[in-house]
């Protein structure tokens, strides 16, 4: 006749024995246990990890492509991101039957040059004194081109106008007296003018990411006069077709380096626990 003591013993036994097996089976299946026990992961203590998993970071599309290839697993597939400008292999993805745990990955972020970075700092649509946007051009004065509506502005004649510019506000008013009755009427105007002409549109040409082609990007000028002092603002045209096409063309590169041998999509991926 077993009491209570010896019965709670042979539970604990079955349950140790329940959790070696699980252990051995390398955590294939789920174990029931009471709720004063605790899980403990020998895998420190083994030889080898049971599986590899961790991220590699680079900002060099060879080196990602030869790291992906060499551990990539059956389902392994890359994810380009348009909005981070990032390529992220998945590794162990596996398939639909066998999938995988998704946390062996690469990642490659390419990084910005210095034209570009200058060029997304002062050409966001934010207002810019009249040195800041003067100084912007005059840093990468041989990759820009300036026009307005008549034509190409030489571009150090653009810098001077910038810096030059003056704003003009002209009053009119208009009084009408009739034998019935009379109205009066205000016009006001405010303008930015220089000495030399403005440009309205500036063309700026550089290689946004390393490893991406040269391109051009379309600024539109535009000036504030609701201060004391005018303000420009540059705005590039269309900037989300740029991201898109420049995303496009990582993915392009990829697809070359990796030789057809990885599935290279747009998007993103994010595993669920």
């Known amino acids: 006749m077993f009491d209570q003591s010896a019965i709670q013993e042979l539970t604990k036994a079955q349950a140790i024995a329940s959790a070696n097996k699980a252990i051995t089976d390398q955590l294939e299946s789920l174990v029931a246990l009471p709720n004063d026990y605790q899980l403990h992961d020998l895998e420190p203590y083994l030889t080898y990890r049971r599986r590899a998993r961790g991220v590699m970071n680079t900002s060099s599309l060879q080196d990602f492509a030869a790291y992906t290839q060499a551990c990539a697993e059956e389902g392994a597939s890359v994810f380009v991101s348009a909005e981070e400008m990032t390529a992220t292999a998945v590794l162990n993805l596996g398939t639909p039957d066998e999938p995988g745990h998704a946390d062996s990955r690469a990642k490659l972020e390419l990084r910005k040059t210095a034209a570009y970075q200058a060029l997304v700092q002062h050409a966001g649509g934010r207002a810019l004194s009249q040195t800041a946007a003067a100084e912007f051009l005059e840093d990468w004065i041989d990759q820009v081109e300036c026009l307005n ?90 900037a989300e077709q740029h991201a898109q096409e420049m995303a ?3 993915a392009d590169l990829v697809r070359k380096e990796l030789s057809a041998t990885v599935m290279v999509m747009l998007g993103t991926y994010s595993s669920k626990a």
């Open 149 to 238: 509506e008549a034509g190409e502005v030489k571009a150090h004649y653009a810098v001077a106008a910038i810096r030059k510019l003056t704003i003009e506000s002209m009053r009119k008013l208009e009084s009408s007296e009739q034998s019935l009755g009379a109205s009066r009427s205000a016009f006001e105007s405010v303008q930015a003018t220089s000495a030399a002409p403005i440009p309205t549109t500036i063309r700026f040409q550089c290689e946004p990411y390393h490893g991406l082609a040269e391109r051009t990007f379309v600024l539109r000028l535009g000036v504030q006069t609701g201060g004391d002092k005018p303000a420009i603002m540059l705005r590039i045209i269309k």
């Open 248 to 250: 496009t063309e990582l």
